[in-house]
């Protein structure tokens, strides 16, 4: 690495911080972002209402179902627990 190179990164990431700076005080460049930021929100809000008027499941419900499944599958491998070890206290109890 060269002596130079840290100079000029420092001096890149100045202008960088310069130029975001500029962007965040202008005001229409604030507009904007403001208008993307909702306009993004209104696309998400339609897409969730369209995926429902077509009865197709979102990302969202399918990852709760799977945890749904997971839990109930925990209780049924819980219960066939019990029911082995009843059975077997059954089958001591019986010889």
Known sequence: MSDAEPGIRAKGE???GELAQSLLENPLFSQAMGRAL????????AQKKALA???VA???????L???IRSLSDRVE???DQL???AADRSAEQD
């Open 14 to 16: 100045e202008a960088l």
């Open 38 to 45: 909702g306009a993004g929100e209104t696309a998400l809000v």
């Open 84 to 86: 082995d070890s009843l």
């Open 78 to 80: 819980e219960l066939e």
């Open 58 to 64: 979102s990302a969202g419900d399918l990852e709760r």
């Open 53 to 55: 008027a077509l009865d």
């Open 66 to 68: 799977t945890r749904r």
